[in-house]
């Protein structure tokens, strides 16, 4: 049984949060502002969320022993990435209340499934079909034409597990060098800009929108979020209504980020979406009155929902592995005014890797946006 109803967990109970990275030490922290305790289950020792939790316990995410401890130490607990196995969550969701729900983040881990979602709520997506093995290429193939790409279905991330496709025999190669594992074909877009919005809904069905941020990559990553993003008025709103039947339809309970594309043509086409807090909102750290993360309390304990207004524009600038030689030059950034640093106290740095961020404030979009190049610049991003 799921309890979805759970009373309001005031400050001073115990959350628990499923995985150990930076979305779970951003949650962390913002929970023990709040008064709460916290419970991280994450294998890695130096994992970023344990380190600043009451309690980690070390284990992989499936582990009976440790998820039993969680369900008894914890008075409710969320995710901080969707590819927690479903059966650990519905084991914790017999013992403990579970938000989102177990089925909704499930159905997250799966490409198919998502889109499937997104459209039973009405949502635009791009041409795809199912690729379950290499039988299917050639039907695939004839339903999305090309330009195309070929996602794994199961545990993409940062533009991992994606191939360029321009013809038959591409995609047979493509599919081949994947794997083999179970994909979606997606006919490529004529894409003018990538935005996300990012809302929270509590049990009672309140929800609230943060403003719309306009996200820019860099090989497959999330290089840059600018906010007001840069998109017409009516654009972001047919996008939040996408996004609202999609979280009042599954009852969602919860922070979620859906991603999005607008078209050259004026048309907006829904991407993919993530049970939790997302890198295009760390921007609510600095810039809103409530973050994502305190949000994610909010929604997790029962309390009403903070205020998500914009206090200043603001541009969010990600931090990769490939600048720690050993370490950039943090001085060279942190003598510019309005310039606000987080870092992830992750001790391996890898090309690629998430290790922190920085949020750039200013009075204007246009300062905001010259300040984040003028840093990058003197932190040595070329
Ligand atoms: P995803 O992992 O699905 O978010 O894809 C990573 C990036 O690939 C996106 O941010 C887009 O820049 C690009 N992309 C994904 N799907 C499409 C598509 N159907 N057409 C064109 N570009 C895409």
Not at 124 to 147: I, K, Q, R
Request: charged residues 20%.
């Amino acid at each position: 049984m799921t309890l979805s109803r759970p009373r309001v967990l005031l400050p001073g109970a115990t959350l628990g949060v499923v995985g150990g990275g930076q979305l779970g030490r951003m949650f962390a922290l913002a929970a023990r502002v709040m008064g709460y305790r916290v419970v991280v289950l994450d294998p890695d020792p130096a994992s970023p969320a344990g380190q600043v939790a009451e309690v980690h316990l070390r284990a992989p995410y499936d582990d009976a022993v440790a998820l039993m401890r969680m369900g008894e130490l914890c008075d409710a607990v969320t995710t901080e990435f969707e590819n927690v196995p479903a059966a650990s969550l519905a084991m914790l969701a017999r013992r403990t209340h579970v938000a989102p729900a177990p089925q909704i983040v499930e159905t997250a881990q799966d490409r198919l499934h998502e889109k499937r979602l997104a459209e039973r709520y009405g949502c635009a997506t791009a041409p795809y079909a199912n690729v379950e093995d290499a039988g299917e290429l050639v039907h695939a193939f004839s339903v999305v034409g090309a330009p195309a790409l070929l996602k794994t279905r199961r545990l993409g991330y940062d533009g991992k597990g994606q191939a360029r496709v321009e013809d038959l025999d591409g995609l047979v190669a493509a599919h081949a060098a994947l794997g083999g594992v179970p994909c979606v074909l997606e006919g490529r877009l004529p894409i003018a800009r990538e935005f996300s919005v990012l809302l929270a809904r509590t049990a009672s069905g309140e929800i609230a929108f943060y403003p719309v941020a306009e996200n820019l990559h860099r090989a497959g990553i999330l290089d840059l979020s600018i906010v007001p993003a840069r998109i017409p008025e009516p654009a972001a709103q047919a996008a939040r209504d996408m996004a609202r039947r999609i979280a009042e339809g599954v009852d969602y309970q919860g922070v979620l980020a859906v991603e999005f594309f607008l078209l050259d043509d004026g048309r907006v086409v829904f991407n993919e979406m993530a049970p939790r807090p997302h890198n295009s909102g760390h921007y609510t750290l600095d810039a809103c009155v409530t973050s994502q993360f305190e949000q994610q309390v909010r929604a997790l304990c029962g309390l009403p929902l903070g205020d998500t207004r914009l206090l200043t524009p603001v541009v969010m600038v990600n931090l990769l592995g490939e600048l720690w030689t050993p370490q950039p030059r943090w001085e060279a950034l942190l003598g510019h005014a309005g310039v606000k640093l987080h870092l992830y106290g992750k001790t391996q740095a890898r090309p690629g890797r998430k290790m922190g961020h920085y949020n750039c404030l200013a009075p204007t979009l246009e300062d905001a946006l010259a300040l984040a190049q003028t840093t990058r610049r003197a932190l040595g991003v070329v």
